[in-house]
T-cell receptor, first 116, second 112 residues
Framework: ETGVTQTPRHLVMGMTNKKSLKCEQH?????MYWYKQSAKKPLELMFV???????ENNSVPSRFSPECPNSSHLFLHLHTLQPEDSALYLC???????????????FGPGTRLTVL | GQQLNQSPQSMFIQEGEDVSMNCTSS?????WLWYKQDPGEGPVLLIA?????ELTSNGRLTAQFGITRKDSFLNISASIPSDVGIYFC????????????FGKGTHLIIQP
């Protein structure tokens, strides 16, 4: 596997289900991100992990729970979601140098989530 | 929060035509980026801009970072069928591992 992979690619769940999205990066990066892409809306940053510590949480509802067990893996645990949470969830990764310059974020293909 | 206003929302052009799209913001960004997203894929970086006024090319693509750091344009010359997709502008205020703020995207459609 190369780049950033996400599983599953498609997920349909009921509002009472609990599911998890998985992201894996094979690029040796140490920062990982979750973005939400809804129809006709800009990509929205949800969570940022740098060196496996959460550094940014953009006021995301608690029904979304991220987990970053190591620098290569990122999970998004889902529980009691609402239909309006249906969207494409994109994972990205980047390296993090000390200089503060932008480091390209490489995106995975996303998980298309439908909440019934 | 920060917002990027991207226009046009969609473009219908003939193959071979040139394309221009732009983004504006009320906030200053340190870095400005242009991404392209194909169906079923995540966004892929096309061009990154770091300095105010910077003009950068990548093949048939040219992008410029506005002098005020609040706007940018992307031009595509001599469009080809594989240019079809959604183009996003994005900005980063800080650096390093900071998240990105995205525009709503420009959907480019090439008519035969």
């Amino acid at each position: 596997e190369t780049g950033v992979t996400q599983t599953p690619r498609h997920l349909v769940m009921g509002m009472t289900n609990k599911k998890s999205l998985k992201c894996e990066q094979h690029l040796g990066h140490n920062a990982m991100y979750w973005y939400k892409q809804s129809a006709k809306k800009p990509l929205e940053l949800m969570f940022v992990y740098s060196l496996e510590e959460r550094v940014e949480n953009n006021s995301v509802p608690s029904r979304f729970s991220p987990e970053c067990p190591n620098s290569s893996h990122l999970f998004l645990h889902l529980h009691t979601l609402q239909p309006e949470d249906s969207a494409l969830y994109l994972c990205a990764s980047s390296s993090r140098p000390s200089g503060g310059e932008y480091n390209e974020q490489f995106f995975g293909p996303g998980t298309r989530l439908t909440v019934l | 929060g920060q917002q990027l206003n991207q226009s046009p929302q969609s473009m219908f052009i003939q193959e071979g035509e040139d394309v221009s799209m732009n983004c504006t913001s009320s906030s200053i960004f340190n870095t400005w980026l242009w991404y392209k997203q194909d169906p079923g894929e995540g966004p892929v970086l096309l061009i990154a801009l770091y300095k105010a006024g910077e003009l950068t090319s990548n093949g048939r693509l040219t992008a410029q970072f506005g002098i005020t750091r609040k706007d940018s344009f992307l031009n595509i010359s001599a469009s080809i069928p594989s240019d079809v997709g959604i183009y996003f502008c994005a900005g980063q205020i800080g650096g390093g591992a900071d998240g990105l703020t995205f525009g709503k995207g420009t959907h480019l459609i090439i008519q035969p």
